[in-house]
């Protein structure tokens, strides 16, 4: 089950934050959010199956996240994901941080260019 | 309650996670439809892209679960449904396990108990014992712990050391109690000043000893044990403040010592002051035990040095009385030999034990080993299936975990039989431990002991469960699958682990059987030896004690033990009787001096010294010791004090040359005193035990002038203990006319410790048979499970080879050569564990070499034995599956797949 490194996740969490943000738009189930990240990422970002699911699991643990019962259009059983108050609160924090890490790595690149 | 609805939550949770996978892969699926695929190829290219369905839905319930703790536990689940399986199998693990494990618990505990823990006292780790090294003061220091204290060199000591916090002098008797019921005998310490503080436990009752206590001239007063104040005062507090007699003497109880609490090792209803009067003090005489608490960081060896250079102190400031040179004892060569007090509490007793705690855990080597051999077996059952699983991506330690989570479950199921075991096995052991044994009543299963048997269960399962998990987990799957049925016969590697097992099982067991069969020669020559007594079992003994108080004039007391000798002469059944200052093996010497023998000049000018014992006329008779040569003792003799002497045989050899030729001859103790004739000469007597030589002993009569006094006066021993022979001897009956006897002359008189002099004999014999009992024990259990193993070995490849032996038959082979070729291969396995174990045998028993009477540890009898009978033992036991090996049809046994 070789992976392709080019679509690896970047870093611990970065894949847990594109789920959040991608959930905060509207509840999803698991393929879409598969598909959702891949098509606003432009191709760049392919998630995982054996990561996403994991990764699901564990935000639903955390509470940032919560699964609701549904019947799709064919009448088949569906799970929804949604993002919960906690989720959201846990997303803003993290984005925050996220920013001033980026802001960081963009500065040290620009000054080893210089 | 978190943990537990998350518990239930799961179940939704695993629910839901397969739903969306499901979701996923079905959305997928149509999607690839809609691009043009096929339904079926579109599902299966669906389900190739998601991976591995299983594996992530594993990893992402994992988020759900303590993931290592539970998958442990499904382990274990397995582990237990296997187990069910196959109760025969687990049941004779399981045992193995529980008696091995159960019986090191038990040792354990009593090591633990007698040897590792510290004595009950605060800092008990600052206390010694002081006792003192006097090679030229001959048997006076040999037969108990060195050279003992006198008064005054305890006073001296104590008031110019550097080292000690505090130190104090003690003595054990056995008193009188009268006034509380009936006359009794208790156990009673005569303790200095300087003890209780150094033992520093705070009464429970009244208090210590004060210095007014110790004033000859003061108050006299008692301190009770607490087990007598519970047994005679009912736990009263009120017995402070009140009287009891002691030896006739009224004395105050001023306190009352906590539970627990014992002078070293000893037990005592009674403790006093010693009340030592400076006035009265000369350098001898030697009796007495020391105990001192050093200072912080102090080291026994800097206290015995700084004790050594008070000696010459001691003797410049006392004498033995006029005209003594007080320099004399520097002859003896007396030095400090301080030691912690713990060492000198447990003794000797530590080899026995060290010696048996070998013992089991060899024993438990050996279960160990067997029990691999049964897991390796077991493993190679399943190797197919652990080949599939690697194959399937199980890794090396998943596997290797599995197989340990089996054993160390195997092993813990053990530890808990074991506790059981280890509880009986210990009242076992305390019953037939010897009653000598220190720290007796300390003994128990204690948090120590359970934290021990987790510990052995653990790592016995460890190290049983890594055999196989070396042999099978790196098994990988180039071997794997290959179908080993087909080859014609067991490849050698598959054997060599279990092989390699067999022999040590065979050398550890002939380790044992060496030593049990040393220790069974050790009892046999013990029990040919010729104590100097006869009929033991028939002579009844009993100690009475005649105080000053009760009757002061010596010669009236010598009377009185002839009264009551007499009195016992005419109970039914008694054929004679005698009394002496002691008897062989009770532990108790009644005095040692120095003697000469007239015309033999002493190197030195100083005889060596000698054992002395006091005897009755008809004591020898009694005991049943012959008369070599002259004539015993009479009453006319003793009341006339006819200056006659009897000596035992070997000082009569070495003197004089023969038993005969010392009759008429003359000895004496000190040059002012007259001499003394030997009228007679007994057999040698083994004093000090069966396996301690016969010392050489000058008989006195019961009644005798004494040196000890100026002018000499008539004296004799006050304690004395009764030997009378009869057939009734140790029978209720008998002991109740006896007391009757006894109290007919005076009713103030107790009966002291009456004991057969089989009880003494049992008693010096002891210790060897109990390390001969526990030896002997493990020794048949080590070959039991030797012959086991080598029977498993050979059954399992007379299993696995089949085939070949089909073959073999087919081909033309004899059957009696087919069972001699599985019978020979055992012989090879044994050969190469006897020659391993004689090995190593011939170190070990070097270590025995303390506990051996007259066998050397290479005892050629028991090296040749041993080996022969692990020889047959593993002939039979590889000749009942060579016999089915022989049995085999060869149609059959190709047939068979």
């Known amino acids: ?114 | 309650m978190q943990i537990l609805s998350r518990i239930f939550d799961r179940r939704r949770r695993y629910d839901d996670l397969s739903v969306s996978i499901q979701e996923h892969i079905e959305l997928r699926a149509e999607e690839l439809m809609e691009e043009g695929m096929p339904r079926t190829e579109a599902e299966r290219t669906a389900r190739r892209e998601f991976g591995n369905v299983t594996q992530i839905k594993e990893r992402s319930r994992e988020e759900w679960q303590w993931a290592w703790l539970e998958s442990i536990l499904a382990d274990l689940k397995l582990v237990l449904r296997r187990l069910k399986k196959s109760p025969g199998f687990a049941a004779t693990i399981l045992l193995t396990l529980a008696i091995g494990i159960g019986a090191n618990t038990t040792v354990f505990s009593v090591v633990n108990c007698v040897l590792l823990k510290p004595l009950p006292y605060p800092n008990s780790g600052e206390l010694v014992d002081l006792s003192l090294n006097a090679p030229g003061a001959g048997g006076l220091a040999s037969f108990a712990s060195g050279l003992q204290l006198s008064p005054s060199m305890f006073l001296t000591f104590s008031e110019n050391n550097k080292t000690f916090q505090s130190m104090g002098i003690w003595t054990s008797s056995r008193s009188n109690v009268t006034g509380v019921g009936q006359p009794h005998q208790v156990n009673a310490e005569l303790v200095s000043d300087g003890v209780l503080q150094t033992l520093n436990v705070p009464a429970t009752a009244g208090r210590w000893f004060t210095a007014a206590d110790q004033d000859p001239r003061g108050a006299k007063t008692a301190i009770l044990g607490y087990g007598y104040w519970q047994r005679r005062f009912g736990g009263d507090r009120g017995v402070i403040g009140r009287s009891i007699q002691v030896d006739a003497q009224t004395r105050e109880i001023v306190g009352v010592m906590p539970r627990g609490f014992r002078m070293v090792d000893n037990d005592f209803d009674v403790m006093m002051p010693m009340a030592i009067d400076r006035s009265q003090l000369r350098l001898a005489p030697f009796g007495y035990s020391g105990m001192g608490r050093l200072k912080p960081g102090i080291t026994p060896a800097q206290a015995s040095a700084d004790v050594a250079r008070l000696l010459p102190l001691w003797m410049d400031s006392w004498s033995n009385g006029p005209g003594t040179n007080p320099h004399y004892y520097e002859r003896w060569l007396i030095s400090p030999n301080f030691q912690l007090l713990k060492k000198q509490v447990i003794g000797s007793v530590s080899n026995v034990l060290w010696v048996v705690m070998g013992t089991v855990g060899l024993v438990m080597l050996i279960a160990c080993t067997n029990v691999a051999n049964l897991l390796l077996v077991r493993a190679e059952s399943r190797q197919q299936e652990l080949l599939i699983r690697s194959a399937l991506g199980a890794g090396r330690a998943r596997i290797a975990r599995e197989l340990l989570v089996e054993s160390v479950t195997l092993g813990l199921m053990g530890g808990v039989l074991a506790v059981g075991v280890a509880y009986a096995g210990l009242r076992l052991l305390t019953a037939i431990g010897p009653a000598d044994l220190p720290r007796l009543s300390e003994i128990s299963l204690d948090g120590g002991s359970l934290l021990f048997a987790l510990l052995l269960s653990v790592f016995s399962g460890l190290f049983f469960g890594s055999i196989p998990v070396f042999r099978y987990a790196r098994a990988r799957a180039a071997t794997a699958l290959m179908g080993n049925s087909r080859t014609a016969s067991a490849s050698r590697s598959r054997n060599r682990s279990r092989n390699v097992l067999v022999v040590a099982q065979v050398a550890m067991a002939l380790v044992l059987l060496v030593s049990a069969l040393l220790m069974i020669r050790t009892f046999a020559a013990l029990r040919t030896v010729d104590p100097g007594f006869s009929d033991a079992a028939h002579v009844q003994t009993v100690g009475i004690w005649i105080p000053d108080l009760l009757e002061p004039d010596a010669e009236q007391v010598t009377r009185t033990q002839n009264e009551i000798a007499g009195r016992i002469a005419a109970i039914p059944g008694v054929t004679s009787v005698g009394f002496a200052g002691g008897v062989p093996m009770e532990g108790f010497d009644p005095n040692w001096d120095e003697l000469r023998v007239e015309g033999k000049n002493y190197e030195g000018g100083e005889p060596p010294l000698m054992l002395f014992n006091y005897v009755s006329p008809g004591f020898f008779g009694a005991m049943g010791t012959r008369i070599v040569a002259g004539r015993d003792f009479t009453w006319d003799d003793n009341y006339n004090l006819r200056n006659n002497v009897v000596v035992s045989e070997n000082f009569a050899r070495d003197s004089w040359g023969s038993p005969a030729a010392a009759v008429g001859k003359r000895v004496r103790q000190f040059t002012n005193m007259p001499w003394q004739q030997v009228i007679g000469v007994v057999e040698d007597v083994r004093q000090h035990g069966l396996d301690q030589p016969a010392p050489a002993i000058l008989y006195w009569p019961a009644m005798l002038m004494s040196p000890y006094t100026r002018p000499p006066t008539i004296d004799g021993p006050r304690a004395v203990r009764f030997a009378i022979r009869s057939n009734r001897a140790g029978t209720e009956g008998f002991l109740h006319e006896l007391q009757q006897a006894v109290w007919s002359v005076n009713p103030n008189l107790p009966l002291a410790s009456v004991q057969t002099m089989r009880d003494f004999l049992s008693k010096s014999l002891e210790r060897t048979s109990f390390t001969l009992v526990m030896l002997a024990i493990a020794g048949s259990m080590a070959l039991v499970l030797g012959v086991i193993g080598i029977y498993g070995v050979i059954s399992y490849s007379v299993s696995q080879r089949t085939r070949e032996i089909g073959i073999r038959l087919a081909l033309g082979a004899q059957k009696s050569e087919l069972k001699w070729m599985f019978v020979r291969s055992a012989l090879a396995l044994t050969g190469a564990g006897v020659v391993i174990g004689v090995c190593a045998a011939a170190g070990l028993m070097q270590l025995m070499k303390s506990l051996l009477f007259s066998v050397s540890p290479l005892d050629p009898v028991t090296f040749v034995t041993v080996p022969l009978v692990l020889a047959v033992a593993a002939m039979v036991a590889s000749y009942l599956p060579a016999r089915r090996a022989s049995a085999v049809d060869p149609v059959e046994a190709l047939r068979v797949e």
């Open chain 1, 1 to 114: 089950m070789a992976k392709n490194p080019e679509h690896r996740d970047l870093f611990p969490g970065a894949l847990e934050i594109m789920i959040l943000q991608s959930l905060r738009l509207k509840p999803m189930h698991g393929y879409a959010l598969v598909k959702h990240i891949k098509a606003v990422s432009d191709n760049l970002l392919q998630v995982e199956e054996g990561s996403l699911y994991p990764a699901l699991q564990r935000m639903l643990r955390e509470g940032w996240l919560e699964s609701e019962t549904g019947t799709s259009a064919k009448g088949r059983p569906t799970r929804i994901y949604k993002l919960t108050n906690a989720g959201l609160r846990h997303l803003e924090a993290e984005v925050v941080s996220f920013e001033k890490m980026f802001a960081g790595i963009t500065r040290v690149l620009a000054v080893a260019r210089a």
